[in-house]
Each structure stands twice: as structure tokens, then as C-alpha cells.
């Protein structure tokens, strides 16, 4: 067998490939491997983007076109099991975790409001978030209908099993 210089071994004298796994990509894995055992303290609640970050940071921001919804969807069950109150505080989120409590910001007004995600949605492509009609009404976002808004986790909620 040749060594990776290229010279016969010894004992067979035939000649086959050997892949050296270079060092420093070794290190790497297994630096990777021991930072992501080290954070699982931290509450993991799907294998996405927003889990990673928690993981990472334990916190969650992001910024992006937000929405409302109003009487139409009055009285009917959220993805939380609760009855949709228009008036009430809440939001819809793909992916943030049932009962998490986050902070809205209007980006063009500073008006902001505290609200928990009750909800799955938008479905409309380009949106990050659907507010009540009272949330939306506290950060001025009823005549215009959508905003630009900043989204910030100020308090993790559900279970893994609430958020399959």
C-alpha cells in the first residue's frame, strides 16, 4: 500500500488509497458537536431557524411586514385552543412557540404593545406577523393595514408537545 507520499507499505505491496481526514476539520466537528450538547438547557422547540437562535442566544428578534385581522375571525378557535378575541392582545406567528409574549414595534410611528402568540399565520407571503385588531389599533396600524414593525421575545412559551 502506498503511504499518502506515495510509497509502497510493507506488508502487501499493493497500492490503495488512503483519505487522510484533515485535523482541523476534525477539531471543527467536534468543536460543533460539543457547543450544540452544551446548549441544551436552552428550550428547543423545532429543528428551524427560531430554535437554533434560542439555542444560541435565548433571545429572538426580527424585523419584517406585520398585518391584522379583525371581525371576520371573531369567536373561532385559535392554534392555541383558545376563542379568538379581536380586542384582546394577541398575535399569530409561523414558528415562535404558542404563548410566547413579544414586544411589536411600529418602526414608522415607535408605538409598541405587548402581545402573546396565540396563533399560526400570516399566510400571505412577506408577512412575519397578524395582529388582533387591538394590537393593531394600540401601534396605529388600523388605517393603513399593514406596517413595518420589529418584533422582540420577551418571554419563551409552550411546550415542545404544544408546538408540534
Not at 428551524?48 to 371576520?72: K, N, P
Not at 413579544?102 to 399566510?123: K, W
Request: overall charge positive.
Amino acid at each position: 500500500m502506498r503511504t499518502s507520499s506515495g510509497q509502497k507499505h510493507r506488508r502487501s505491496g499493493r497500492v490503495t488509497a488512503i483519505r487522510l481526514i484533515p485535523v482541523r476539520g476534525l477539531l471543527t466537528l467536534l468543536l460543533v458537536v460539543s457547543l450544540v450538547q452544551g446548549c441544551t438547557s436552552m428550550p428547543v422547540y423545532r429543528r428551524d431557524s427560531v430554535s437554533i437562535l434560542v439555542e444560541q442566544h435565548g433571545r429572538y428578534a426580527e424585523t419584517g411586514w406585520a398585518s391584522y385581522y379583525g371581525s371576520e375571525f371573531a369567536g373561532r378557535s385559535t392554534s392555541s385552543g383558545d376563542v379568538y378575541d379581536m380586542h384582546a392582545l394577541t398575535a399569530a406567528h409561523r414558528r415562535l412557540p404558542l404563548g410566547t409574549v413579544a414586544r411589536v414595534t411600529n418602526i414608522s410611528n415607535s408605538r409598541s404593545v405587548t402581545v402573546i402568540i396565540n396563533d399560526r399565520g400570516p399566510f400571505k407571503r412577506g408577512r412575519i406577523l397578524d395582529l388582533s385588531y387591538g394590537a393593531a389599533k394600540v401601534i396605529g396600524m388600523i388605517g393603513p393595514g399593514t406596517a413595518k414593525v420589529r418584533l422582540e421575545v420577551i418571554t419563551w412559551g409552550g411546550t415542545e408537545e404544544q408546538n408540534k
